[in-house]
């Protein structure tokens, strides 16, 4: 079992910035990605970024490519999301979550556990 919390969220402004981190606890050891998630209301679930648990291979959506940036603490099994130039669209539910079998990263459904999601609001 793994144990994703994310925190970090809030109400920015366009323009600025946000950075979310995701805490896991639990058999970490099993994990090979860790992935960010975004789901605003009446859309599908979709992938924001993903980097490899044991390496520096990162990939991003095209939306948020440049923008966001995705980092690891594996000493502190912490997984970071740092939003520059927020926008609007940018608004969101974000949620962390972990896969422990070796995939791509870029599908929801390569993912195993989920954190609770936490908001992102982008004021214009």
């Known amino acids: 079992q793994v144990q994703l919390v994310e925190s970090g969220g809030g109400l920015v402004q366009a323009g600025g910035s946000l950075r979310l981190s995701c805490a896991a606890s639990?058999?970490?050891?099993?994990?090979?990605?860790m992935g960010w998630f975004r789901q605003a209301p009446g859309k599908e679930r979709e992938f924001v970024a993903a980097?490899?648990?044991?390496?520096?291979?990162?990939l991003y959506a095209d939306s948020v490519k440049d923008r966001f940036t995705i980092s690891k603490n594996n000493a502190r099994s912490t997984v970071y999301l740092q939003m520059s130039s927020l926008k609007p669209e940018d608004t969101a539910v974000y949620y962390c979550?972990?896969?422990?079998?070796?995939?791509?990263?870029?599908?929801?459904?390569?993912?195993?556990?989920w954190g609770q999601g936490t908001q992102v609001t982008v004021s214009s």
């Open positions: 979550a972990a896969a422990l079998g070796i995939r791509n990263g870029l599908l929801s459904g390569q993912y195993d556990y």
């Open positions: 980097i490899r648990w044991s390496g520096d291979n990162t």
């Open positions: 639990g058999r970490t050891v099993s994990i090979y990605n």
